[in-house]
């Protein structure tokens, strides 16, 4: 029977991984809006006998992926001895750090980030490090040939004898060679350029990615075998593909900062092993990347005294205290609708206090426009910026500046309060730690004293602006607060 090739494509929910034939508005599985994309699944026969055989491969597939780790007999859960997982610590602090505490044998580990930003450099510096303590590693590349892997390898100036690499994009070859190599760390970078004879799909699509990371996962499990992979990640700076990958693999890490830059940020987002959102700080040099000890005094070397606008926050992230320059700029606008453009911080949120400044300090911005950044890429996610964030807002608007030896953090409520943040003595200790004098705090995180460091705890937004602008402030030549 004569055949024609065609296309097929399926709309995948990047939230939770459903699959459909058709696009939906709302996720019919996990019930959120606007998450399904397009993806090219195949392209096959349209005779029938060979769309049952690719029907009984992907059937296949899916039994497979119902026990990633493993089936054993049924035991009493009390009965197990839970031990920690040993650590394999390589002397990359940073790295060690974003992973938990170090390289846990028999984890799968996912890396995602831009284009040219150091994932493979990060990879291959580490594998050579774990060659040099004796343990058997594998770099499976698809994107370079061995030629360009040694060029990097001597431009970093990184032993590689003993290092197993095989360019290869086929799966089943991926595996004899594991099987004959008996390594006990898996690099594949990456995993999107993978596929499968078992499938028709072109390397990248969703039923390849699903398939092959799958049965790498397996191996992994059954053999104790660590595996790493190298992930690509969309425009948008999510993780390319669908989102089950994610759900597989043990630990998500992925690189923050512009590729232009040379300091990377490497996030952990999921850690089985692990506290999630620890990050590690890297400095990307011509002898590849270099850990970065004291982040804090990084992100605000650049930092001058009597800038309006300007203000330090301590922040947390994971187990770390980290102080970062917040900077505000608000402007008289010229548009019916006023800009309000975030980088580094959550744009929503900047919506909602702006309003709380409106409402609780009698400060409108109805007809400013407002800029704020976090100054060196780092992402900002926890609440306790609220008040850094409505401090620098405040300094730039009325032109007045706060001083370089204030550090501030705290959550504002809707109600103008200040609310208390986790850990707040370990971020009070890493200011004074650092030399600043003076610290505006919310008042329950306010405990003991420390000598030569001035603690200010505030109850209120109305209160901290007087602490720390005094009792008037002036907004285009007009007295606007205090109100009374």
Aim: glycine share 10%; with cysteine.
């Amino acid at each position: 029977m004569a055949s024609k090739s065609k296309t097929k494509t399926a709309w995948v929910c990047s939230e939770c991984g459903y699959d459909a034939p058709k696009w939906f508005g709302q996720c019919p599985s996990c019930k959120a809006y606007n998450t399904m994309k397009e993806f090219r699944i195949e392209a096959e026969s349209t005779n029938r006998f060979a769309r049952a055989e690719s029907k009984s491969a992907s059937s296949t597939a899916g039994r497979g992926r119902a026990s990633l780790a493993g089936t054993s007999d049924i035991v009493d859960l009390s009965e197990i001895e839970a031990k920690e997982s040993p650590r394999i610590l390589i002397g990359f602090a940073e790295l060690e750090r974003a992973l938990g505490g170090g390289f846990v044998p028999g984890s799968v580990v996912l890396i995602g980030g831009d284009p040219g930003i150091g994932k493979s450099t990060l990879l291959l510096q580490s594998m050579c490090k774990m060659v040099a303590l004796g343990q058997v590693c594998l770099y499976a590349s698809g994107e370079e040939s061995p030629t360009q892997v040694a060029l990097r390898a001597q431009r970093l100036e990184v032993s590689t004898k003993g290092l197993k690499f095989i360019s290869e994009i086929q799966l089943e070859k991926i595996e004899a060679v594991i099987d004959d190599v008996s390594p006990q760390w898996v690099v594949i970078d990456s995993i999107q350029t993978l596929f499968s004879e078992e499938l028709s799909a072109a390397p990248g699509s969703v039923s390849q990615v699903k398939e092959c990371a799958a049965r790498l996962t397996r191996i992994a499990k059954r053999k104790g075998i660590g595996v790493i992979f190298v992930g690509h990640v969309t425009k948008e700076g999510a993780m390319a593909g669908p989102r089950v990958l994610e759900h597989m693999v043990d630990t998500v890490l992925y690189f923050e900062g512009d590729p232009e830059s040379n300091y990377r940020i490497l996030r952990a987002c999921k850690n089985r092993f692990g506290s999630v959102n620890e990050i590690g700080v890297f400095g990307m040099t011509d002898k590849g990347l270099r850990g970065v000890r004291n982040p804090s005094a990084l992100f605000l070397a650049e930092r001058r005294e009597g800038v309006p606008g300007s203000v330090t926050f301590i922040n947390l992230e994971g187990t770390r205290p980290i102080l970062i320059e917040i900077q505000a700029l608000v402007d008289k606008s010229m548009l019916p609708n006023p800009k309000r453009l975030t980088v580094g911080t959550d744009g929503q949120r900047l919506t909602m206090l702006l309003a709380i400044l409106h409402r609780h300090v009698n400060l409108p911005t109805y007809d400013q426009d407002v800029f704020l950044n976090a100054v060196g890429g780092i992402k900002i996610t926890e609440t306790a910026s609220d008040l850094a964030v409505l401090t620098a807002i405040v300094s730039s608007m009325c032109n007045r500046p706060v001083s370089s030896k204030t550090a501030i953090f705290g959550e504002v409520g809707l109600g103008g309060e200040i609310r208390p943040v986790a850990r707040g003595q370990e971020r009070i200790r890493e200011a004074a730690k650092l030399g600043f004098s003076r610290l505006i705090v919310p008042l329950k995180n306010k405990a003991q004293d420390i000598p030569g460091v001035e603690i200010v705890g505030v109850d209120n937004l109305k209160e901290a602006m007087r602490i720390i602008f005094g009792s008037t402030v002036r907004r285009h030549d007009e007295e606007v607060y205090p109100e009374e």
